[in-house]
């Protein structure tokens, strides 16, 4: 009881209350209780479990007292427009809320007694009312015995009705107006006017010129429906102009309704002499003699008399001394010869006189006078051989002082490119036409050639393309099986052969190194890296036999040659070496003793015995011939030179000769 909320009487044990309880804050107490007797050390303790019963004394609460939603006015019955909660601390029946509508101003909403749930009971769509305001009560199930008290809040909600976008503007301003040509600008044309039915942004109208006022005339305010003039307005140019409005509401989507306004420009008595174009443009070659005629100028005057009678004369300027009018006709002849090269073009003010005036531009034409020229006579360029059929190494461009197709140039190739390169008549852009191979052609020199229109000799550049080798060819070995024999016995470094590999590259794409890839496993060879020059690298020996090779007198090498470009290029080839035999192993019997046991009696003829020596030699140095060279004096024996066997050539006497010693000789 750290609180201090209860106490208990030291004699008799009655736990008492000191403070109020609160059921909310603290539901359960556990109070353990010490007893002791008189001043004895010894005590005992219990426990006592103390239940806060709940009473009624919290009202339910809403969280916000008041809350605003919006809907469609065409939503069906029975749908879910608001949910509304409050809580309540108490527990139990006393915690349970019950909601209800307790003041409202439409029977178009009914509540959920429990999980207050507002629903609509009908459609709204024909409501004039766009706002509904429900006062929703929120009461306890509470009911003390000894106290009834009636626990209430409420909260107010307010249903707004959106309006759905469902009417267009329409106009009730005429679609027909007048106007002076003389108003100023921004002088009021025509109110436009259109109305929607529609609530809100769903009624708010704007306007907007959709086509007819290209000329930017008029200006309409799309708020307003104001519509003024942007510009002068002149009737003798446009006397009538049909302008398409449309009124634009704000919904969303939006609707729309378009008018087409008329409007009527007013004459005003404005007219003066005018020339028939305010400027004129013409042509005159160069190099002309003096008097070319260059143009007619002409001007009207709708007045009569003698103010229709004009006269034409050139108002000062630059360049204008090399040119003379007729004042009568407006005929316009020049003065002397133009040089278009000096002066292309010439601005030339006329005037009637104390009248309008015109602008003449007089554009002095072309004569093909010169010729293409390159910036370079000669370019030299370096490419990649890798580059691809259709790759731009070249752009050439050549000037041409002269103008239009006089200043046009094409470009072309001449001598021979091998159909290697082709140039684009029009760019000056040098492309391959083919794919590049250095090792066949590490070189090109030809001509571009740079042509206007004229028969003028054509100029031209000298162009030298270097072609850049890349690694792209393997070092080829001469043969692809080489053969060779090496006495055995010899000592190391004895040349057995030489072995070429071609590369067709160049620099380091085209250096060979050479190396024994397989079948040296015991070192016995070793290959010169740069000459390529195969040698014994220990003392070889026929007789000597080894898995890894095909036969005991014979190795098998594959070696690699390979070029030192980036990323390197290789090629094999096989090499069989035969060891050849030297006599230097004498025959050996497969026994250096043969003890034989035979009857006397056995017949003349008869098979002793065999004998058998080998040779690790081979060929003429392993054949073998045998012979007897002692213990044979009496011929009781025969042998076979070839095959070693022994025969009988006379009858055995015991009692003569018991025991007969041959020595037998393996050459």
């Known amino acids: 009881d750290p609180h201090g909320r209860f106490s208990i009487d030291p004699q008799f044990g009655i736990i008492r209350t000191k ?63 608001y949910i509304a909660h409050a809580e309540d601390k108490d527990s139990g029946l006393n915690g349970a809320i019950k909601y209800s509508i307790a003041s409202k101003q439409s029977n178009a909403f009914s509540i959920d007694p429990s999980l207050g749930v507002v629903n609509l009971t009908r459609a709204v769509f024909a409501d004039k009312q766009q706002e509904h305001t429900l ?7 509470g009911s003390p015995p000894l106290t009834s ?25 005429s679609p027909l107006c007048y106007v002076m040509e003389d108003v100023e600008v921004g002088c009021f044309v025509h109110h436009i006017i259109a109305k929607d039915p529609d609530e809100g942004r769903n009624g708010q109208v704007t306007y907007h010129i959709l086509s007819g006022n290209e000329n930017k005339s008029f200006v309409l305010d799309k708020i307003t429906g104001l519509l003024t003039t942007a510009q002068l307005l002149d009737r003798e140019i446009q006397e009538r102009y049909s302008l398409t409005v449309m009124a634009l509401d704000d919904g969303s989507p939006a609707l729309s309704t378009t008018q087409v306004l008329t409007i009527v420009v007013l004459d005003v008595n404005d007219e003066t002499p005018i020339f028939l174009k305010q400027l004129y443009e013409t042509a005159v070659r160069e190099n002309q003699d003096p008097g070319e005629f260059v143009i007619k100028v002409e001007a009207v005057d709708r007045d009569a008399g003698l103010n229709s009678l004009l006269q034409y004369e050139i108002l000062p300027g630059t360049g204008y001394e090399k040119f003379r009018m007729n004042s009568d006709s407006g005929e316009l002849v020049t003065t002397a010869s133009l040089d278009r090269e000096t002066q292309e073009v010439f601005s030339i003010k006329g005037s009637p006189s104390r009248s309008s005036t015109a602008q003449l531009y007089l554009t002095v ?22 580059l691809g059929e259709g790759s731009a190494i070249l752009d050439l461009f050549a000037s041409d002082e002269d103008d239009g197709l006089n ?63 890349m690694n792209d060819n393997v070092p080829k ?51 010169d890296s740069a000459r390529g020059i195969l040698a014994t690298n220990t003392v070889l020996d026929h007789e000597n036999t080894s898995s890894y090779r ?30 050849l035999d030297v006599n230097d192993n004498p025959p050996v019997f497969s026994s250096p003793e043969y003890h034989i046991h035979v009857k006397e009696s056995i017949p003349v003829g008869s098979h002793v015995t065999e004998v058998s020596a080998n040779d690790w030699d081979a060929g003429t140095n392993a054949e073998i011939t045998y012979a007897i060279i002692s213990g044979n004096d009496r011929g009781h024996f025969r042998l076979d030179g070839k095959t070693g066997s022994v025969d009988l050539m006379k009858m055995l006497d015991y009692e003569d000769t018991m025991k007969f010693t041959l020595i037998i000789q393996a050459t």
């Open 19 to 81: 403070n109020q309880l609160d059921h909310e804050t603290q539901s359960v107490v556990v109070l353990t209780i010490q007893s002791q007797l008189g001043n004895s050390p010894v005590y005992s303790s219990t426990q006592v479990n103390i239940s806060v019963i709940d009473v009624n004394d919290n009202p339910p609460v809403f969280l916000t007292k008041s809350d605003k939603v919006t809907i469609s006015h065409t939503q069906p019955p029975g749908t879910a427009v």
């Open 135 to 141: 006062h929703i009560a929120a009461e306890d199930s």
């Open 149 to 173: 008290l009636l626990i209430l809040d409420s909260l107010a909600a307010k249903i707004v009705i959106l309006d759905i976008n469902d009417n267009s503007p329409s106009f009730t301003s």
């Open 365 to 386: 034409l072309d004569e093909n006078d010169h010729s293409p020229l390159f910036a370079k006579t000669q370019y030299q360029i370096s490419v990649r051989e890798d």
């Open 407 to 469: 200043g046009e140039v094409t470009y072309s190739l001449i001598d021979n490119t091998f159909g290697a390169f082709a140039i684009d008549s029009v760019t000056g852009s040098i492309v391959t036409t083919k794919a590049l191979d250095r090792e066949t052609k590490s070189q090109y020199t030809f001509r571009a050639v740079a042509s206007d229109c004229s028969a003028h000799l054509p100029r031209s550049s000298t162009v030298t393309v270097l072609i850049q080798d």
């Open 477 to 527: 070995f001469e043969q692809s099986y080489y053969k060779a024999s090496v006495w055995e016995g010899q000592s190391p470094k004895t040349d057995i052969l030489q072995v070429f590999a071609n590369d067709l590259d160049s620099g380091l794409n085209g250096e060979t190194e050479y190396s024994i890839l397989s079948g040296n496993e015991n070192a016995a060879f070793l290959i």
């Open 550 to 579: 095909e036969t005991a007198s014979s190795h098998r090498l594959v070696l690699l040659a390979s070029d030192r470009g980036t990323p390197s290029l290789n090629s094999t080839a096989t090499v069989l070496i035969t060891v």
